[in-house]
């Protein structure tokens, strides 16, 4: 009971201090790196409040994290496992929504800030009193940091808006039938016009969406949206494909949400294609097993992403359930001249004949590039060529025509 805070329940001073030096032995062996963030949860009136403070801040860490309670009002986190140092600023802004407006969080990073336990938490409670002192919600040790990280927070509180007012777009890019010289298809890609920032680059997005706990939502909202849309074109056969982000496609709730998606829609499973990236397809085989063959007795397509580049084992490419192999646009860009990528595309599709899946190649943007393709048997195309992303009508207006 002496290294627990009676009241809260938490680790107190000295057990926070001891828990420090822990965590950052254990970053020196991973060769890592960790935040500590000073809490100041506002004026509190009263023991409930602070317990009900100390609880709220518990349940939006991890496991691996600790909470502590300092003094008063205050609290000490440790984040673990720090891959960038902006993930503080979102783990902050998670606390803050927890306490309410008044509370400010300080960040130090460890080793970029200082080595010494004692001196870490002191930089941050410095910075929890310069955040207060310019009426901001948090504030890093190294102001440069500050900024980057206030910009990326911010970006993200506005990519939640715009999910809530309808303010994203897909764009559609065709997908060629090689031998039929026709569209049979288009892969949705996600755009957004920010008010101030202009174009949002879609790998900027998406980082954002993860950092923020936003890949669910973003991911559900172009699920429906693509499938809302390509319900729409004309004629029975076009297809649409989605990308998907291995943390939605892990979920066990996946393969449920595509089923409810279609029936709300109307969109038959067999004109629906999800695309997810061959790394993705490693980080948790078992659990992408189980959601490729509901995915399949819906009837709906998988796309492997980006082949030949996530270094999958071709045994487990041989059991899972997909359909097409998608050649990363690195190996297309310098066709036919590059003879090393002209050797590795004409590897992938002999693989897929064997396999009996189609290919893809992406990012053609040539015509001597679709010539060699056509020559060696490659199914679809697509790339600037081809055409480039496309609203929704202008899709439905291209199949239209033929």
Request: include cysteine; charge should be negative.
């Amino acid at each position: 009971m002496a290294l627990y805070d009676p009241l809260t329940g938490l680790p107190d001073r000295a057990l926070f201090g001891d828990r420090l030096r822990q965590s950052m032995a254990r970053a020196d062996r991973r060769k890592g790196a960790l935040a500590v963030l000073v809490v100041d949860a506002g004026a509190l009136a009263g023991d409930d409040a602070i317990k009900a403070a100390g609880a709220a801040l518990s349940e939006r860490v991890r496991a691996t994290d600790t909470v502590a309670r300092l003094d008063a009002a205050r609290f000490a986190v440790i984040q673990t496992d720090l891959d960038r140092f902006d993930e503080a600023a979102f783990l902050a802004q998670k606390l803050l929504d927890g306490l309410g407006p008044e509370a400010a969080v300080g960040i130090a990073l460890y080793p970029d800030d200082s080595r010494a336990p004692d001196e870490l938490a002191d930089l941050a409670g410095g910075a929890l009193d310069r955040a207060r002192a310019r009426g901001a919600a948090f504030a890093y040790h190294a102001r440069a940091v500050t900024a980057e990280a206030e910009d990326r927070v911010g970006l993200a509180r506005d990519l939640r808006a715009a999910l809530k007012t309808d303010a994203l777009r897909l764009g559609y890019q065709p997908k060629l039938d090689i031998a039929a010289g026709r569209i049979i298809g288009a892969e949705a890609l996600l755009r957004w016009e920010h008010p101030e920032r202009g174009r949002v680059a879609p790998d900027l997005i998406l980082g954002v969406a993860r950092e923020s706990e936003l890949i669910w939502p973003l991911g559900e909202w172009a699920l429906r949206q693509a499938c809302t849309d390509a319900a729409a074109w004309p004629g029975a056969e076009a297809s649409v494909a989605v990308n998907v982000e291995a943390e939605q496609f892990e979920a066990p709730a996946f393969a449920t949400t595509v089923a409810g998606v279609l029936e709300e829609t109307g969109l038959p499973s067999a004109r629906l294609e999800i695309e997810i990236t061959e790394s993705s397809l490693m980080r948790d085989p078992e659990q992408v097993a189980v959601t490729l063959i509901a995915l399949a007795a819906l009837g709906v397509s998988i796309t492997v992403d980006d082949f030949g580049t996530g270094y999958s084992s071709l045994a487990y490419l041989r059991g899972f359930p997909v359909d097409t192999l998608k050649i990363d646009r690195a190996f297309v860009e310098e066709l036919p001249e590059n003879a090393e990528d002209a050797a590795i595309v004409r590897a992938i599709v002999s693989l897929a004949a064997a396999l009996n899946l189609r290919v893809v190649a992406e990012g053609v943007s040539k015509q001597d590039q679709l010539d060699f393709l056509r020559a060696e048997g490659c199914d679809l195309a697509q790339g600037y060529l081809i055409g480039d992303a496309m609203a929704a009508a202008d899709f439905a207006a291209l199949v239209a025509g033929g």
